[in-house]
């Protein structure tokens, strides 16, 4: 995204070492529900989140620096990552999954958060929205229908209808958010 059309949180959402940074967590929850399922060993998952590498730029570049061996963004990942946590503990990461519950499950969890701020935005708007419509509620202005004039109304008027939209657009969103924020893994 261009930089001018994002604010900086909506930006750290979309970055790269966000989205590594979820393919991981995705990866040490997985292990960790394997191991209360007993087909990995509590040791082994414990050892994975205690080992593993942190995500910051280094860590992506050696991520894009292995892809450009595997020609597979995941597989450089996995590899990346098992290497990092070592032993027989790293060899856990990516058991019983497949790229695509990572890969989907991670863009999930960045949709679910973009969209929390997004909700966070309409709320400040519709207060905003509210606020003027109640300063000015007795503001006559013209009306318009058909794009002509029309009785007169008052400005109040008009932006609590603004305010109005916005919170069904707000609901809709909601509603959108908690559906994609429920995320599964098939193998």
């Given at each position: 995204?261009?930089?001018?059309?994002?604010?900086?949180?909506?930006?750290?959402?979309?970055?790269?070492?966000?989205?590594?940074?979820?393919?991981?967590?995705?990866?040490?929850?997985?292990?960790?529900?394997?191991?209360?399922?007993?087909?990995?060993?509590?040791?082994?998952?414990?050892?994975?989140?205690?080992?593993?590498?942190?995500?910051d730029?280094?860590?992506?570049?050696?991520?894009?620096a292995?892809?450009?061996?595997t020609?597979?963004?995941?597989?450089?990942?996995?590899?990346?990552?098992?290497?990092?946590?070592?032993?027989t503990?790293?060899?856990?990461?990516?058991?019983g999954?497949?790229?695509?519950?990572?890969?989907?499950?991670?863009?999930?969890?960045?949709m679910?958060?973009?969209?929390?701020?997004?909700?966070s935005?309409?709320d400040?708007?519709?207060?905003q929205?509210?606020t003027?419509?109640?300063t000015?509620r007795?503001?006559?202005?013209?009306?318009?229908?058909?794009?002509?004039?029309?009785?007169?109304?008052?400005?109040?008027?008009?932006v609590?209808?603004?305010?109005?939209?916005?919170?069904?657009?707000?609901?809709?969103?909601?509603?959108?958010?908690?559906?994609?924020?429920?995320?599964?893994?098939?193998?």
């Amino acid at each position: 995204m261009i930089d001018r059309y994002q604010t900086p949180e909506m930006a750290l959402v979309w970055s790269e070492v966000s989205r590594i940074g979820r393919w991981l967590e995705v990866e040490l929850l997985a292990t960790e529900a394997h191991a209360t399922l007993g087909i990995v060993p509590h040791d082994d998952a414990v050892a994975c989140r205690s080992s593993a590498p942190t995500v910051d730029e280094g860590f992506v570049a050696s991520v894009m620096a292995r892809e450009e061996i595997t020609q597979h963004d995941v597989a450089a990942f996995v590899d990346v990552v098992q290497e990092a946590i070592g032993g027989t503990a790293g060899s856990w990461i990516h058991y019983g999954l497949t790229s695509t519950d990572v890969v989907d499950t991670g863009l999930c969890w960045a949709m679910r958060d973009a969209a929390d701020l997004l909700l966070s935005a309409i709320d400040e708007l519709i207060d905003q929205l509210v606020t003027t419509a109640k300063t000015h509620r007795e503001t006559v202005m013209i009306g318009r229908t058909h794009g002509v004039h029309a009785e007169p109304t008052t400005f109040g008027a008009k932006v609590a209808l603004w305010a109005l939209q916005f919170d069904r657009d707000r609901h809709r969103l909601r509603a959108a958010r908690d559906a994609i924020a429920v995320m599964k893994l098939s193998g």
